[in-house]
């Protein structure tokens, strides 16, 4: 099991800690043994109870709010999934960057998270796989979502799906009918950060999945995603990563920085 692949336990107990928002190269399960943690993932909130379970996709922005909580934390790399379930198991799973799913029947969750966690305690986790699938397919359950998406989430939506192409803050202000001042606001109230620093985020994450699952050279995918040339592409994606584009596709390097911000810090640039 390499690196990428490496499946890793935490076990916390916060006490009404909060986190910024943030994203992870990894796949994150969450499982509340006692108190309560509030999750802001993708614009949606959820409030997740003792004996309930939640996945955050790689590269979805979310912030957590912990209230005297106990927490296991399961994370393992991106590839972990594609090496191990096949199509079929896989596809239960949320597709990338989606929002978080909810995990129901609470007594199966225990029985299976504490089978995961004997697994990775004992046995490295080299058979883990054995206890997400189970997971997947006996206890999944789609989170119910708004019959009709809050601003933010329109907003986060459309520059996702448009995220291919150079997005202008006006051409996203029309599509969801506000002036591109009020959506300033709604990002710095929510993110602390500017609608543009949030567009180069989503173009950014768009980049990486395409270094992770296609053979195309960083000048394709720097063209292909209208960046100014490779080398301000380089030099972007480095600032996120802290890794070159070049680094960050190799199976064997490790990238399981614990979170990365949306907006990178300008030191390392």
Request: with cysteine.
């Amino acid at each position: 099991m390499n690196k990428q692949e490496r499946i890793v336990l935490h076990t916390s107990y916060f006490v009404n800690k909060c986190y910024k928002y943030h994203f992870h190269l990894h796949y994150e399960i969450i499982y509340v043994s006692g108190g309560m943690v509030k999750i802001f993932s993708d614009g949606h909130e959820t409030t997740i109870q003792s004996g309930t379970v939640c996945v955050i996709p790689p590269f979805s922005p979310h912030r957590l709010e912990y209230v005297d909580a106990s927490v296991r934390r399961i994370t393992f790399g991106i590839s972990y999934l594609n090496k191990y379930l096949s199509r079929d198991a896989t596809d239960n799973f949320p597709a990338l960057y989606a929002t978080h799913v909810t995990l129901s029947k609470k007594a199966k969750i225990k029985e299976i998270i504490d089978s995961l966690v004997e697994e990775i305690n004992l046995y490295k986790g080299e058979s883990a796989y054995i206890y997400i699938y189970k997971l997947i397919s006996e206890c999944v359950s789609l989170p119910e979502m708004e019959s009709e998406p809050n601003l933010i989430v329109k907003i986060m939506q459309y520059i996702g799906k448009n995220s291919k192409h150079k997005i202008m803050l006006d051409d996203v202000a029309k599509e969801c009918g506000v002036t591109k001042y009020h959506i300033c606001r709604l990002f710095k109230k929510e993110f602390d950060i500017t609608p543009v620093d949030y567009i180069t985020f989503a173009r950014i994450r768009r980049a990486a999945f395409m270094l992770i699952n296609t053979n195309y050279s960083i000048t394709k995918i720097s063209n292909d995603l209208q960046f100014y040339s490779p080398k301000y592409f380089t030099k972007l994606f480095k600032s996120y990563f802290d890794d070159s584009p070049s680094n960050f596709r190799k199976l064997d390097n490790p990238l399981l920085k614990d979170r990365y911000f949306l907006k990178p810090d300008k030191s390392s640039q």
